[in-house]
């Protein structure tokens, strides 16, 4: 499951970043969907879907996408 979930955060990555980037930026990406799925599941009245969103968005703006 990660190797699919890392070839589809790739495939739309690279459009978006340097190559010297996209190996790093999938890394992120991936940390970071991991992350607010454990916290989602251990405290899920904390961390509804608008908050997961917010996260994710202010995340990529961060990074420049």
Known sequence: MDARIRELLRRHVEPLVPAERVDTTVDLLRVLANGLVL???????????????????????????
Do not use: C, I, K, N
Not at 39 to 65: I, N, T
């Open 39 to 65: 916290s989602a599941v251990e405290h899920h009245h904390d961390w509804p879907p608008e908050r997961q969103l917010a996260v994710l968005d202010e995340a990529l703006a961060a990074y420049g996408l």
